[in-house]
């Protein structure tokens, strides 16, 4: 990362700190704040709430590796996240977790070099009624089968 967008980084995460007290408790809303605004948690970010907070750079970084909410590598552009809890399980995600990242030659947890996918797991989106679901972004889609997520793929590629 160019000097530029870490001086760019630095600014913004000030800002975003502003409002909250330099206290521990607000780690996880001003990371929350982070994570909203650049889709990840960039290691310039975690290093001024270090500062800002007076917490060690390890506990940042156990606080965000716990919590799946948080990142610290950034999305593409579309987001898939496959759900592997039971009921998913039991009908099958797993098959489409695989296709999944052999359509986008991508492992769990990566985003594509041009930015444009990336691929996550989660263990429930509550639709468990639908289920084999999958996500892009926000949008759910249940019933889900390989060809699904295939014709899926097609109109976002």
């Known amino acids: 990362m160019c000097e530029c967008i870490e001086n760019r980084i630095k600014q913004e995460v000030k800002e975003i700190m502003t409002p909250y007290k330099e206290e521990k408790d607000n780690l996880i809303p001003i990371l929350n704040d982070i994570q909203e605004k650049y889709g990840y948690i960039p290691k310039v970010a975690q290093m001024e709430v270090s500062q800002y907070l007076k917490i060690p750079m390890a506990e940042i970084f156990g606080v965000i590796t716990f919590y799946s909410r948080f990142t610290l590598e950034p999305k593409g552009k579309y987001n898939i996240s496959v759900c592997l809890g039971t009921a998913c399980f039991v ?21 594509s070099e041009d930015g444009k996918f990336s691929i996550d797991t989660t263990r429930c ?3 468990c009624g639908i289920a084999p679901v999958f996500t892009v972004n926000d949008e759910v889609y249940g019933n889900a089968t ?7 793929l097609d109109k976002l590629s």
């Open 146 to 152: 390989v060809k699904k997520l295939d014709e899926v």
């Open 91 to 111: 009908k099958g995600s797993q098959a489409i977790l695989d296709r999944l990242k052999e359509r986008l030659k991508l492992e769990e947890g990566k985003t």
């Open 125 to 127: 989106v509550g639709a």
